[in-house]
């Protein structure tokens, strides 16, 4: 893949290049938030790797910018808080995942493994749902409902193509965590509370009452809506 680095720790941002050249990814790198917005979306990355702190941009910022000018790219947050807040806003802003500093090598390359592996297995026609009166295309990450459109990251467009293509029984949060995620046992699970939540916040006509994803009891979650 071809993955753009934005971080401002040179020790880091070098170990993170010498990694991912050694693995076989084509690897750039950047050491501020400005610098990383303008890159990424200028050039066709496959993978940004965004460190939270960040001077002239922080990491937030970055990734909404990106977000907004490609959809469809995979955003891997680095930060070194551990407080739930901060993860809740890095995935709010848009990251489809993230690692808190410190992290083991073989813990960040699956990551980067999981993300090739469904850049792979992607279909290369668009996918689209209509249900509940939401229209969604998961091969353009949107979803409209009443005309009004809005942008889904790949993590939610992984989550509604499990969930659709296994609608006829319910999905444990462990199970959208191996698949969707591509780890086991490194997440929490609050992690796919937390993406689901604002999922929700997208696609149902009303959250606090969701149709489409419903939440089962003691399991996990299960697709509700009736769909073509």
Known sequence: MKILIVEDDPMLREGLVDLLSGA?????AVTDGA??????????????ILDLMLPKLNGLEV??????????????????RGAE?????????????YVTKPFGVRELLARVEAFERRSRSAPAEPEIIEVEGCNIDL??????????EVTLTAREVGILRWLHRHRHRSTSRSELLEHVWGTVGSLQTRTVDMTIAKLRQKIERDPANPIIIQTVTGVGYAWGGESS
């Open 63 to 80: 990734c909404q910018r990106l977000r907004t000018a490609r959809p469809t790219l995979p955003i891997l947050m680095l930060t070194a």
């Open 139 to 148: 091969g353009r990450c949107t979803a409209e409902r009443d005309g009004e």
């Open 35 to 48: 610098s990383g917005a303008q890159k990424g979306k200028e050039d066709p990355f496959d993978l940004v």
């Open 85 to 97: 807040e901060d993860k809740v806003r890095g995935l709010r802003s848009g990251a489809d995942d």
């Open 24 to 28: 076989g990814h084509e690897v750039v």
